[in-house]
């Protein structure tokens, strides 16, 4: 007696979907890499490998018009007639990196400087050093930043991984530093 195993699915284009929500319908084990894109207005998913899929399922006891003959399905990977199962590792592999890739994905698509902002750096030569964030560079993932060194602003092109909002910017946002300590006495400084 067979077991379930998991083989990949080829698909008419743009049909990843639509030949997945016919398996899982019929009780199939499905599972389709999905890789979210950043619009400038809403995430968008669509499939990581276009027109494929992959599927969970023992190939003797699933019914074989089931398989074959699926709306937008061209056919189970092969080798000669033989189906190609592909290793559980292998499915939990590709599940890791997808999603990982995602939240990186994710984590870029944030708002996170504004021009004038208090960053630190967190990498390189210039590690803990204070700088100006000035803007983003043409590569996307590369930034200007003001750094002051010997009394005199340089301006550094880094990563935008290489920076973060500076600690001291966060506890202060919108106040205005004491000047007295209360019944009008001056604070000295």
Request: proline share 6%; net charge positive.
């Amino acid at each position: 007696m067979s077991q379930q195993k998991w083989y990949a699915l080829f698909t008419k284009p743009k049909a990843e979907y639509k030949v997945a929500a016919v398996l899982e319908q019929s009780g199939v084990e499905v599972y389709l890499p999905e890789i979210c894109r950043k619009n400038s207005t809403e995430t968008v998913h669509s499939p990581f490998f276009p027109c494929y899929l992959f599927m969970s399922a023992n190939l003797q006891a699933l019914d074989v018009a089931l398989w074959r003959w699926a709306s937008g399905l061209r056919n189970i990977v092969s080798y000669g007639d033989e189906p190609i199962h592909l290793s559980p590792e292998l499915i939990h592999h590709i599940q890791v990196k997808i999603e990982k890739l995602n939240s990186q994905i994710h984590e870029m698509g944030k708002p996170t400087f504004k021009q004038g902002d208090s960053v630190r750096i967190l990498h390189g030569p210039l590690k803990d050093m204070e700088a100006i964030f000035e803007g983003p560079t043409t590569p996307s993932k590369r930034v200007h930043v003001l750094l002051t060194i010997l009394e005199q602003q340089r301006r550094i092109r880094l990563d935008v991984s290489d920076i973060e909002k500076s600690p001291s910017q966060d506890q202060h946002l919108g106040k205005r530093p004491r000047r007295t300590r209360g019944r009008g006495r001056r604070i000295k400084h």
